[in-house]
């Protein structure tokens, strides 16, 4: 077993002997409840991950954590967790401080990367695990252990261990652990990772029909772009320990509060082209050296200085191939990908992306007019990269 596959079994076994508060409701439903996390300062060593972060998120709603390996999203959910102590800052689950709680009082349920099952113990001895070691009543623990594996489908493989299933059943299995809980909130770190393009696909489908069947608070962390822009009802793009921006998928997609967040988002990211503000005959112009655009009915945070030096972005699904109202390039590559093609711009020596529903043939070599969709393009203070 792997260093890592060590460290998940010790989190997850840790959580599973401290146990979980029982939730006295008949149906077996969960209680959503809404987490706070206020000036949360985590420091590692000498290492500070995290400074003064503040995060809410409401009761019932599936929160992804999106960011690159080593911004701090993992730690920010341990410590919700309870598996990390914080340095300062405080931690509310349903409105009851929670910052120096043991993991067995936050209400609480944890999925993790690597599975964490029990080896020598069969699918139905994992689920319940938890709720024996607790002490709750044999016909408690039937009911929660046949109610989450109807819902993910584990009813014929209660009696196998783990070695005899899939990396998608064993993935199930560990949700199914979490579910048995019936918590306040579920906290998954990368469950699917570890699975081929196809599972995760499946999985994120039936991830997202769990949390609307359950109406759990859920937090996932996630370094994959498509799961936190299917699965978030927000999403909280990190760097550095630091929360860029923190809205509904299309919020952060359509208008990103930075550089960072353009770029980090989208396949391909959003091109980027450097220029200047000026007004012109009347009207507000993106402007470089070849080409100029009207920004006139763009929604500037503030107003503009004359010549501010600025990026415009823009997807590469606003992008218009064979309009020339920004200019003429030369195709360098084409990308089919079956229902659509990313055709590459050659620019005056940047690449522009555009993604193309067309049939009209393009190949390589060939010089095409294209223009911006100026409705949807975003604007950025070239020094600091905030938006503008």
């Known amino acids: 077993m792997t260093n890592a596959a060590n460290v998940a079994n010790a989190l997850a076994n840790a959580a599973d002997?401290?146990?979980?508060?029982?939730?006295?409701?008949?149906?077996?439903?969960?209680?959503?409840?809404?987490?706070?996390?206020?000036?949360?300062?985590?420091?590692?060593?000498?290492?500070?991950?995290?400074?003064?972060?503040?995060?809410?998120?409401?009761?019932?709603?599936?929160?992804?954590?999106?960011?690159?390996?080593?911004?701090?999203?993992?730690?920010?959910?341990?410590?919700?967790?309870?598996?990390?102590?914080?340095?300062?800052?405080?931690?509310?689950?349903?409105?009851?401080?929670?910052?120096?709680?043991?993991?067995?009082?936050?209400?609480?349920?944890?999925?993790?990367?690597?599975?964490?099952?029990?080896?020598?113990?069969?699918?139905?001895?994992?689920?319940?695990?938890?709720?024996r070691i607790?002490?709750?009543?044999?016909?408690?623990?039937?009911?929660?252990?046949?109610?989450?594996?109807?819902?993910?489908?584990?009813g014929p493989l209660l009696k196998r261990k783990p070695a005899q299933l899939s990396g998608g059943q064993r993935q199930r299995v560990a949700i199914g652990r979490a579910i048995v809980r019936e918590a306040d909130v579920f906290l998954f770190d990368e469950p699917l990772s570890n699975l081929d393009a196809k599972l995760r696909i499946e999985l994120r489908r039936e991830l997202k029909q769990l949390h609307q069947r359950l109406g759990a608070t859920m937090i996932y962390v996630t370094h994959d772009q498509v799961e936190a822009m299917t699965l978030a009802t927000r999403m909280a793009v990190m760097r550095g320990g630091v929360i860029q921006q923190f809205g509904t998928p299309a919020e952060v997609y359509a208008r990103p509060d930075n550089l960072f967040v353009a770029t980090f988002l989208g396949s391909p990211a959003m091109n980027l082209l450097k220029g200047t503000l000026e007004q012109r005959n009347g009207a507000l112009h993106f402007c470089t050296g070849h080409w100029q655009l009207d920004v006139s009915a763009y929604a500037f945070k503030n107003a503009p200085a004359q010549g501010q030096p600025s990026v415009l972005g823009v997807r590469a699904e606003d992008v218009r191939i064979g309009e020339g109202l920004a200019g003429h390039a030369k195709v360098s590559l084409v990308e089919p990908m079956g229902n659509h093609r990313v055709i590459w711009l050659d620019y005056h020596g940047g690449q522009v992306a555009s993604i193309d529903q067309s049939k009209t043939p393009v190949a390589p070599g060939d010089t095409v007019a294209f223009s911006f969709d100026a409705a949807h393009v975003s604007l950025f203070d070239e020094a600091g990269g905030a938006r503008l």
């Open 134 to 154: 607790n002490g709750t009543p044999k016909a408690e623990i039937a009911r929660r252990v046949a109610r989450a594996s109807e819902m993910l489908q584990l």
């Open 17 to 131: 002997a401290a146990g979980v508060s029982e939730i006295a409701d008949a149906a077996g439903l969960t209680n959503p409840a809404n987490v706070a996390v206020r000036n949360l300062t985590i420091r590692l060593g000498a290492n500070t991950v995290i400074e003064n972060l503040d995060l809410d998120v409401r009761a019932g709603e599936f929160v992804v954590l999106l960011g690159a390996s080593g911004c701090g999203k993992s730690t920010l959910l341990h410590s919700i967790a309870g598996l990390i102590d914080v340095s300062d800052g405080s931690i509310e689950i349903a409105g009851e401080d929670m910052t120096w709680a043991d993991p067995k009082d936050r209400r609480i349920a944890l999925v993790f990367q690597s599975y964490a099952l029990y080896p020598t113990m069969s699918v139905e001895r994992n689920l319940s695990f938890a709720l």
